[in-house]
């Protein structure tokens, strides 16, 4: 049984995580403890009570992300192509925020060696998501004959998702850009047509 004093806990772990990645998508790079702590009005010590390192604040707030994903996923395991396009709406319209907690994993993955409990955590997480849709997935693939495998498959919508984000976050090819909309749906599109009758490479 969770006791009083345990929830506080999670609500205020809660609260700074919330904040935390509000300062992170405004600043679009990186935060200091000390902002976070200001702007939740709290001694930035409080903060330690809660996470040992801002790269552990960091890789929970990835895996946060990553339980919100495998809550898509079960909530649509019922049906491909509605779960490919929440996977997909859930990533491409909060682009900015895709492409930096990435770009902040990569990091983390290569340099910090003492958060492995969280990493294995956070894999665990995504093997459920694929888990979740695995069955759906297979089924997708034979309706259309294809070849393709299920691992490939996944990794081609990641890749569509994420450099659909990446242009859809650019300012750059954003003044090119004429409907948002319409270039959604058509990534959307574009992954789910890919399977159709994909031949086996000899």
Avoid: C
């Avoid at 079960?74 to 491409?92: A, G, I, P």
């Avoid at 659909?164 to 300012?171: D, G, R, W």
Wanted: proline residues 0%.
């Amino acid at each position: 049984m969770t006791t009083l004093r345990q929830e506080n806990f999670r609500r205020r772990k809660e609260k700074i995580l919330a904040m935390a990645e509000v300062l992170l998508l405004e600043n679009h790079n990186d935060i200091t403890l000390s902002e976070l702590a200001a702007e939740l009005d709290i001694a930035k010590g409080t903060i330690y009570k809660y996470f040992k390192s801002k790269n552990q604040l960091y890789l929970e707030l990835i895996i946060l992300n990553e339980q919100r994903l495998l809550d898509i996923s079960k909530q649509y395991h019922h049906n491909f192509q509605t779960y490919v396009s929440q996977y997909m709406l859930y990533n491409m319209l909060n682009s900015n925020r895709t492409i930096l907690l990435h770009s902040i994993e990569e990091r983390l993955t290569n340099n910090e060696r003492k958060l492995n409990e969280l990493f294995e955590q956070l894999y665990d997480i995504r093997e459920q998501r694929i888990l979740e849709i695995k069955d759906i997935t297979q089924a997708y693939l034979e309706s259309f004959n294809s070849a393709m495998s299920i691992r490939d498959y996944l990794s081609y919508i990641w890749t569509v998702t994420y450099g659909a984000s990446l242009l859809l976050n650019s300012t750059h090819y954003q003044k090119a850009i004429g409907s948002r909309e319409r270039l959604i749906k058509l990534y959307i599109n574009q992954a789910l047509m890919t399977p159709d009758k994909v031949s086996a490479i000899v």
